[in-house]
């Protein structure tokens, strides 16, 4: 693990995460997130061009039955829409 940070998931909480993280690494890195749109600017501003940045959200759904024990039980994840974005496609 490189880094983690506990606090609100703001625009700010962002920024300070991903300079803390682009501050710890001294190469290129590739780095996934989820699809929070405050990580979009916060990696291009900690890292500029120098990363391989994708956002992998994934798309949840109930489960079938709706019995008891299921009440409680995590969604069910249905399937994942990657977001891929290059120092090209920043822009």
Same mark, same amino acid.
């Given at each position: 693990?490189?880094?983690?940070?506990? +606090?609100? $998931?703001?625009?700010?909480? =962002?920024?300070?995460?991903?300079?803390?993280?682009?501050?710890?690494? @001294?190469?290129? !890195?590739?780095?996934?997130?989820? +699809?929070? $749109?405050?990580?979009?600017? =916060?990696?291009?501003?900690?890292?500029?061009?120098?990363?391989?940045? @994708?956002?992998? !959200?994934?798309?949840?759904?109930?489960?079938?039955?709706?019995?008891?024990?299921?009440?409680?039980?995590?969604?069910?994840?249905?399937?994942?829409?990657?977001?891929?974005?290059?120092?090209?496609?920043?822009?």
């Amino acid at each position: 693990m490189i880094g983690w940070l506990v +606090g609100t $998931r703001d625009t700010d909480a =962002a920024h300070a995460f991903m300079m803390d993280v682009s501050n710890r690494l @001294a190469n290129r !890195v590739q780095l996934t997130t989820d +699809g929070h $749109r405050a990580y979009l600017d =916060a990696v291009i501003g900690a890292f500029g061009t120098m990363i391989d940045y @994708a956002m992998l !959200v994934k798309q949840y759904g109930t489960p079938s039955e709706s019995t008891p024990e299921r009440r409680y039980s995590p969604a069910i994840c249905l399937g994942t829409d990657p977001t891929i974005f290059t120092h090209n496609s920043y822009n």
